[in-house]
């Protein structure tokens, strides 16, 4: 057993949890790969059964490990993390493309349509019957969807937009890059929701299941909202990291 395991003053569960978790981190145990029996950990760490039980239950509730009657326990499937900045706004295409994270989107729909009412809350388009293109695209990774968004664009501000593909380019990067729009600020509302059958359907769980739901609102530098979007993401493949500045005090 490791020296340094003796000289911490944390309860041995949390030790266990700490060093199986720290294995993960390390790249040494990768995806799905089966961890050493109960049995072997108490051998290894000279700690009861029952401790090594309690480490490995608490990892398998959190997702990190999961079990296969018959066949032993083995470490989850790659949890994606989406860093949230209070100051400055990254789309999630952003962080996958600067994390390296081999994806795919998939164009499901892209419709001109009058502006819905829950988003033009956002938008404030001048009339209900002003048009907005609505796109609907699934991403994925390792085979598995982990994203469905829905896109509201106003047309007035980007004519010709609804003629564009946005399963190679992101749609704010199409902005920036085509439209000349110099992006703002954006708002961002996270809720637990329940899946509703097509998107359960789309993001590959169980109706009922519980998922993240993100609305996004985007402005441009002058403070038009340029985007309404809905976005759910599968709470067991992409979690949520918010990062924030501390301002010192002058006594500080």
């Given at each position: 057993?490791?020296?340094s395991?003796?000289e911490?003053?944390v ?6 949890i700490?060093?199986?978790q720290?294995n993960i ?26 401790t090594?039980?309690q480490?490995?239950n ?17 470490v989850?499937p ?19 493309l ?14 001109v ?23 609907c695209?699934?991403r ?17 501000l980007f004519?010709?937009?609804e ?14 890059d ?10 961002r509302?996270?809720?637990a929701v ?25 402005y ?10 809905f ?22």
């Open positions: 057993m490791p020296t395991f003796n911490k003053r309860p041995r569960y949390i030790q266990i700490d060093f199986i720290g981190n390390d790249g040494l145990w990768g995806p799905h790969h089966k961890i050493p029996s109960e049995d072997e950990l108490a051998h290894q760490f000279s700690y009861a059964r029952g090594i039980r480490a490995i608490e990892l398998v509730n959190s997702n990190t490990l999961y079990r296969i009657h018959g066949k032993g326990t083995f989850g790659q949890v994606l993390q989406h860093e949230v900045s209070t100051t400055r706004f990254r789309s999630f295409l952003d962080e996958f600067d994390k390296k994270i081999d994806f795919e989107t998939k164009q499901l729909q892209c419709t349509m009058p502006v819905p009412p829950k988003v033009n809350e956002y938008l404030k388009l001048a009339s209900p019957s002003d048009k907005v293109l609505e796109v695209r699934l994925s990774t390792g085979g598995e969807s982990i994203m469905y968004s829905e896109n509201h664009v106003p047309l007035a004519p010709g937009i003629a564009m593909d946005f399963s190679k380019k992101g749609i704010y990067t199409t902005m920036e085509v439209f000349g729009t110099s992006l703002g600020w954006s708002q509302y996270f809720e329940k899946a509703e059958n097509h998107i359960a359907r789309l993001l590959e769980v169980e109706p009922g299941s519980p998922v993240m739901l993100a609305q996004q609102i985007v441009d530098h002058k403070g038009v909202c340029v985007d309404c979007a976005i759910w993401l599968r709470s067991d493949k992409l979690r949520i990291s918010i990062n924030t500045e501390k301002h010192l005090r002058a006594e500080d």
